[in-house]
């Protein structure tokens, strides 16, 4: 299993990234997650992406090709992933399946999760309480939603293209969800 997930902020990814790692065995690489903990750890690439998350800005793409990059070397030859969060970009797709090409591998799917704006903000908003995330405030959710509809949206045509991509409502309940993607996979 090698999938990517698709959707904006607040879609459900990374809820049902780490379901199906749990339940397939695969590593649930969450760019957002590893970058929170960078940011933590303070360390030099975690100073380095602050600015950018802090704003709602994509962080630029040689840090995250690195660390992607980085990680998927680290896997055990022929295990499964789940990227949550990456790529969000037609360029960063790109950079992968060069990337994937090189380590001999391929995608075997992308999902995307379809929320409506007033779902997504109300998800968010609670999270932002829940969680205390910076990158969770109105003003900076607003703007999450407008980056990810100019740079990720156009992913949603290119994965389709490549005959990868599977659409899922994302608003019903998490296993309602779930138990689709579970179809995926044995499909």
Request: net charge negative; glycine share 10%; charged share 30%.
């Amino acid at each position: 299993m090698r999938w990517v997930l698709l959707g904006p902020p607040g879609s459900g990814k990374g809820t049902q990234a780490r379901k199906l790692a749990e339940t397939y065995h695969v590593a649930h690489l969450s760019t957002g997650d590893i970058l929170r903990r960078e940011v933590a750890e303070d360390t030099p690439l975690g100073q380095q992406a602050r600015s950018y998350m802090d704003s709602g800005e994509l962080v630029p793409d040689v840090l995250i090709l690195d660390m992607i990059r980085k990680r998927l070397s680290n896997l055990r030859n022929g295990s499964g992933y789940v990227l949550d969060g990456f790529p969000r970009t037609q360029a960063q797709a790109e950079a992968l399946d060069s990337m994937l090409g090189e380590l001999g591998q391929t995608l075997d799917r992308v999902v995307l999760f379809e929320v409506g704006h007033g779902e997504i903000s109300k998800r968010l908003a609670g999270r932002a309480v829940e969680e205390t995330r910076s990158d969770d405030s109105d003003t900076i959710v607003a703007h999450r939603i407008d980056v990810y509809r100019r740079q990720t949206e156009p992913l949603v045509d290119y994965y389709r293209r490549k005959g990868l991509l599977a659409r899922l409502n994302g608003e019903r309940p998490i296993d309602t969800v779930f138990s689709e993607i579970q179809q995926l996979a044995t499909a």
